[in-house]
């Protein structure tokens, strides 16, 4: 059997050269068809001027621009003027949407993939679809080009040789709490994003967990307002009242010093109140006794104080 023959003029699809263009620097040009693929281009962290030439040319060549809001998308196709069909795709409707453009590829299609900032997959969607398309024996190219991560890693003025990558931290206080008392065990600069309404507390957790590490707030990165804040963990918190809320913010935490103490008390409560929560105590004893290397006996006596604590607080509650 002949194999079927893939079309190369997708579904929906004009091949009208004037539709694939875009502008730079006030001279319209014109982009050739980008071959058939999935294509992951990483756009602007804030400053419109940080595209890169050839994903530029690639916007501007694929068929369709999946993105996670078109309105921001927006912003960045018309200050290129691109004439480029935009197509949602967010962790709302990405099972739906995933198929559509799936079929859109075995046609023959090339397809773009952006996030609202920065590069694709990272604390954004996308994973499940690259991993689809791959599966799915397409072409996969990746277009490297602004990533807050590593931006906040060089402006931070700390050790860039070992990093490790956290995203957002739990919501709650009790579970962040605990998250941090594990992230202290790793020998490694930390890199966290947090969003304006709770920097301010993540500040004093982090202050609390691992008061004398060296850190930097990176806020508005790229952006007019950029600004960066450097000094210890215990300083930067203590700032946090006057600390200007609005825009985004990356948290960049330097590796322990040698000879300090990984983990407060306060720390090993708070991890041990989270596992309790779930697990035995023999678990939680097991899990705080490896991250915090503190000896079991310590921690295993207080993880009976704590779970009585909680036995008496249910009862408590129960009676009242």
Known sequence: MRPKAVSTNPPNVSDDPARRHYALGGEKLTAPRAAAGLYLVATPIGNLGDITLRA???LAGVDMIACEDTRITRRLTERYAM???LTPYHEHNAAIARPKILAQLAQGASVALVSDAGTPLISDPGFKLV???????HRVTAL?????????LSLAALPTDRFFFEGFLPPKATARRARLAELARLDATLV????GSRVQETLADLAAVMGTRSAAIC????KLHEEISRGTLLELAEGAATLET?????LVIGPQAEGTEVMTSEAIDDLLRDRLARDSVKDAVAHAVEVSGRPRREIYARALELAKENEEQSEKHGGS
């Open 192 to 195: 966290l994003f947090e969003s």
């Open 131 to 137: 991993r689809e398309v791959c599966a799915a024996g």
């Open 219 to 222: 806020r508005e990165l790229t």
């Open 144 to 152: 490297p080009g602004p990533s807050s991560v590593l931006a906040a």
């Open 56 to 58: 530029l040319e690639t």
């Open 83 to 85: 004439s480029a069909q």
């Open 246 to 250: 609005r825009g985004e913010f990356v």
